[in-house]
């Protein structure tokens, strides 16, 4: 990889193009989806080796570790990725270096106090004590991570950014089921990551000095800049509280609290599958925020708004048949994958399943914001759904315990993701969302979500899971094509923006879907 110059990134917003998002946008999914094969292989294994009590335990450390990298972290990160993006849309690559500088200086502070919390928290008698310092140390790994993270992205430097995570990943996977094998247990799960968050922070750091451009560090107005940054990361990071509460399981909190590590575990089951299958349509709204910073800094306004339009079909069109499949068939699976032990997941998935639809949208739209720099209408909506999960917690959890929690967590999400897409319409003067296609969409996709659940009640165990789904599948494939489910505006888009990359398969597939020209 070559180090570039500045005369390579002037021309940022020309470039950056719907063919050059959705190339991102596949290093995204793939750096997002594979690890989710990652994770549901460490949660089988953690579940069959620690049992539902030992895997509620490990789930909460691991929950209490993230909640700490996303306090000291999660803001500034967001804040470094949006402006590096924003910088390069205006034509001044020269400020970015010392911009970085600093970032290491902020962010090493935050490491320092996010690691010791943990450390306190272990140093208190929390057991395992060893487990609980070990997620310290990947917790402080994994806040200074986020500098040379924010570049890649900012950059849009998706490959290099992601093809980081994918080989760390499949040696982690690997490690933590042989750990687990021999006896481990919780504490050799955190000591394998530990030791994978060191290798990605020197391997990530590596790709993100080459992404830099090749010039003195002279900025125009650094100091101003320095301003803005950390103006957006205040707000970005009550933010990201708040996203915390409602987008998170932040219901572990409370789980720990008054209910059970079991039930802890049933919850962090059936979270952990919804997230999974948000990976594909997350993985392509991820991408957005650097590119709308950088069409944002060109003032390229009417491109924006095209691409949240088609964004918001686009993700609906893979949503919809999604939702429908994982309501038919995810109970069935879960209890195949888990055991009969997590049975009570089923009905938990179910409940998070409710408003999933809707997710890929939000983040999609607040991804926007973010590049928009809209964060404190964000942080306004969010606050109040904060405020309503928090209380449906207090209320639910103590006498239904995961299911209280699935249904807290569903209502916030929805209380908050309303508000966001109404914003955006309104900011963006408009959405095209072209009803009678997307009607067409819901009718295929619950047609096919019907066929698959009556396999799968029809067919016990195994096979019915594979024929509901390979029956769903075809039923969405036919009723998809005969009602052209697909914009035919977005499948002449896909066609030009994949299709020839793909040897003519994308194109083939689009317009499979796609409506008449």
Request: charged fraction near 10%.
């Amino acid at each position: 990889m070559t180090q570039p110059t500045p005369g390579d990134m002037l021309d940022a917003a020309a470039s950056t193009t719907g063919a050059s998002i959705l190339a991102g946008g596949v290093w995204k999914t793939a750096s997002t989806l594979v690890p989710q094969f990652y994770v549901l292989a460490q949660s089988v294994a953690a579940a069959r080796f620690l049992g539902p009590h030992g895997m509620g335990v490990q789930s909460f450390i691991a929950f209490a570790e993230f909640a700490v990298v996303t306090l000291m972290a999660s803001g500034f990160s967001v804040a470094l990725m949006r402006y590096i993006g924003e910088t390069l849309g205006r034509g001044q690559p020269e400020a970015l270096r010392l911009l970085v500088r600093w970032a290491w200086r902020v962010l090493g502070a935050g490491a320092l106090a996010g690691g010791g919390i943990l450390i306190g928290v272990g140093a208190a008698g929390a057991n395992p004590r060893a487990a609980w310092l070990l997620a310290a140390v990947a917790a402080t790994v994994g806040i200074l991570h986020t500098v040379p993270s924010a570049v890649l992205i900012g950059t849009q430097r998706w490959r290099a950014a992601s093809i980081v995570g994918l080989v760390t990943g499949t040696i982690a996977t690997a490690a933590t089921i042989v750990v687990l094998w021999l006896g481990g247990g919780i504490v050799g799960m955190f000591a394998v990551e530990a030791a994978t968050a060191v290798l990605n922070l020197l391997w990530t750091g590596a790709y993100a000095r080459r992404a830099l451009p090749a010039v003195a560090a002279i900025p125009p107005s650094p100091l101003a800049l320095r301003r803005d940054v950390l103006r957006y990361a205040l707000v970005a990071t009550a933010t990201s509280v708040l996203t915390f509460v409602v987008w998170r399981r932040s219901e572990l909190f409370f789980l720990k609290r008054y209910s059970t590590d079991d039930e802890i575990a049933f919850y962090s089951v059936a979270f952990a599958s919804v997230v999974a299958l948000t990976a594909i349509p997350l993985g392509l709204s991820a991408v957005i925020t650097p590119a709308i910073a950088t069409l944002f800094g060109a003032g390229a306004d009417a491109r924006i708004r095209t691409a949240y339009s088609r964004g918001l079909r686009l993700l609906l069109f893979l949503g919809l048949p999604l939702t429908a499949a994982a309501l038919a068939l995810g109970p069935t699976a879960l209890r195949l994958v888990y055991g009969n032990s997590y049975r009570a997941s089923g009905a938990v998935l179910l409940i998070l399943l409710a408003p999933f639809p809707l997710i890929p949208i939000v983040q999609f739209a607040r991804a926007f914001m973010t590049g928009l720099a809209r964060l404190r209408a964000g942080f306004v909506m969010n606050a109040f759904a904060a405020v309503v999960n928090v209380a449906l917690d207090f209320v639910l959890i103590p006498g239904r315990g995961a299911v209280g929690a699935a249904i807290a967590n569903s209502t916030a999400q929805v209380i908050a993701g309303i508000p966001v897409l109404i914003y955006m319409a309104r900011h963006l003067e408009g959405v095209h969302w072209r009803a009678q296609a997307l009607a067409r969409n819901i009718v295929a996709a619950a047609a096919s979500g019907l066929i698959a659940w009556g396999f799968v009640r029809l067919v016990s165990g195994a096979g019915g899971l594979v024929a509901g789904l390979a029956a769903g599948t075809l039923a969405f494939a036919a009723l998809g094509h005969a009602l052209r489910v697909l914009p035919a505006e977005d499948a002449v888009w896909l066609e030009e923006a994949v299709g020839a990359r793909a040897g003519g398969k994308v194109g083939r597939a689009v317009r499979f879907f796609g409506g008449p020209r």
